[in-house]
């Protein structure tokens, strides 16, 4: 039973360019959220989809957006990059209902230079 | 904005001991999740305890909530050297859509 998986692992970007991470959430899961960890803090949270739309969004600017597909796989956007942007950006996937805990995959290590 | 705070931020202990980390939050909570993370890797669910729950066990770890003072704690029993992690506590205040506030962790290190 795969579980969470996120691609790339690694990607270096310029300022101002645009980066597209991948998400495939465990099998069974309807439900994807994305955070952003810098280093040596938690996880922020991005925001959440369900049934293809977003249903929540944390302290994040439009420049970040996100769309889900049928098969409930996600993706993270994020326009033009600043150097804050560096971080650990996680996929987690989950059941819709509200205490289900949440899946992670190992992350996209995004290094903007 | 980081919900929880834990303490203490490092703890090191040597292997066979109990390590015990602490929680602080700000506002009401549906449930309090504690999360382990190695080594900049993925986040991987510990155990989850609803607001109206007290204390928790799984397998070593025990967990308590105290929802008067806003507070957690963490007991791992036994430590073991694959025990050495970041450890994170997560509250979620709302409904399902909702998305998870974590802390900045505890870096728990086990000496052999």
């Known amino acids: 039973d795969a579980g969470v998986t996120q691609s790339p692992t690694h990607l270096i970007k310029t300022r101002g360019q645009q980066v597209t991470l991948r998400c495939s959430p465990k099998?069974?899961?309807?439900?994807v959220s994305w955070y952003q960890q810098a280093l040596g803090q938690g996880p922020q949270f991005i925001f959440q989809y369900y049934e293809e739309e977003e249903r929540q969004r944390g302290n994040f600017p439009d420049r970040f957006s996100g769309h889900q597909f049928p098969n409930y796989s996600s993706e993270l956007n994020v326009n033009a990059l600043l150097l804050g942007d560096s971080a650990l950006y996680l996929c987690?996937?989950?059941?819709?209902?509200?205490?289900?805990?949440?899946?992670f995959g190992n992350g996209t290590r995004l290094t903007v230079t | 904005s980081q919900q929880g705070e834990e303490d203490p931020q490092a703890l090191s202990i040597q292997e066979g001991e109990n390590a015990t980390m602490n929680c602080s939050y700000k506002?009401?909570?549906?449930?309090l999740q504690w999360y382990r993370q190695n080594s900049g890797r993925g986040l991987v669910h510990l155990i989850l305890?609803?607001?109206?729950?007290r204390e928790k066990h799984s397998g070593r770890l025990r967990v308590t909530l105290d929802t008067s003072k806003k507070s957690s704690s963490l007991l791992i029993t036994a430590s073991r050297a694959a025990d050495t992690a970041s450890y994170f506590c997560a509250t979620l205040s709302g409904g399902g859509a909702d998305g998870l506030t974590f802390g900045k962790g505890t870096h728990l290190i086990i000496q052999p």
């Open positions: 506002t009401s909570i549906n449930n």
């Open positions: 987690a996937s989950s059941l819709v209902q509200g205490s289900s805990p949440l899946h």
């Open positions: 305890i609803r607001s109206n729950e």
């Open positions: 099998s069974g899961h309807d439900t």
